[in-house]
């Protein structure tokens, strides 16, 4: 049996679930509310110490971070193959699921908390709630991140290096995208999986500007949201407290993004 714990828009629960359906997987999801922290309570902590979404469990086995959980279905169901059978393409894909992982993931969280998540903190937080928080937080780093973001939102000073790993990474996808359908190779892969669910979150913040002169990556988004996966794994999980839906809410960060790219 599959369990898998997880929120509706993380990015990481996004890949596993993504992942799931098309290996065709059928799992039970249960759901951590994040805005009302219960991923600091102690029944997850049990499960996760770090306080991270998503865990998988499997006939009692427990398999933390998304990368890890990506390859470990990998290999328990081999049917419905997301690895590439050539050592190339599957050196390829690794080098890509390495990529939110090596700093990708922390840049999009600097990002959509500077959009979009500080405000709806506030939105559900006083001061001395979201500060409570913080300091409930297991990864020291990670807390000071968001208290800095909290405090200084876009004028926070990395928050311009989160948006220009996001350029460089799409910059580098346009290349690679130059000649071949998907990220490893011409077989829609865990590479793709990886990252879909980094560009979807520049897309629903309203910063697909950064893609408009790639169209590579633009062709490569289209195809992405046609494949079913991307209904039932994304687009079936609709934003609740945190929402980073600013596109649909004709919300504008793009002028500030566009600043600190031309910085």
């Known amino acids: 049996m599959l369990t898998l714990y997880h ?4 990015v990481c629960a996004q890949k596993v679930r993504i992942a799931f359906d098309e290996k065709r997987l059928a799992y039970e999801g249960k759901e951590i509310d994040l805005m009302a922290g219960e991923h600091l309570e102690p029944a997850f902590l049990a499960i996760n110490p770090k306080g991270l979404v998503p865990v998988l469990i499997h006939d009692g086995e427990t398999i933390c971070e998304s990368t890890v959980i990506l390859e470990y279905i990998e290999d328990v169901f081999p049917q419905h193959p997301l690895r590439p059978a050539a050592p190339v393409a599957r050196a390829r894909m690794r080098t890509w ?10 840049a999009c969280a600097s990002v959509t908390y ?10 559900h937080h006083d001061r001395k709630q979201w500060e409570e928080r913080i300091a409930k937080l297991p990864d020291r780093f990670r807390a000071a991140r968001q208290k800095q973001i909290l405090e200084q939102e876009f004028d926070a000073p990395f928050v311009r290096d989160a ?3 996001h350029d460089k990474v799409l910059k580098d996808m346009e290349t ?8 490893a190779g011409d077989e829609f892969s865990l590479a793709d999986v990886a990252i879909i669910p980094y560009v979807t979150r520049l897309e629903r913040l ?11 990556v633009a062709r490569w988004f289209e195809a992405v949201r046609a494949r079913p996966s991307f209904d039932t794994a994304i687009t079936a999980f609709r934003s609740n407290a945190y929402d980073d839906e600013l596109k649909k809410h004709g919300i504008n960060v793009w002028p500030l993004v566009e600043r600190l790219l031309a910085a």
Not at 97 to 106: C, N, R, S, W
Not at 114 to 123: C, D, G, K, N, P
Not at 207 to 216: F, K, S, T, V
């Open 176 to 183: 690679v995208l130059g000649s071949q359908s998907w990220l």
């Open 206 to 216: 309203g910063l697909d500007g950064m893609w408009a002169d790639r169209p590579h």
């Open 114 to 123: 500077a959009s979009a998540f500080v405000h709806q903190l506030r939105a």
């Open 97 to 106: 699921t390495k990529v939110p992982d090596e700093g990708l993931h922390i």
């Open 7 to 10: 929120h509706n828009i993380s």
């Open 163 to 165: 948006v220009l790993l």
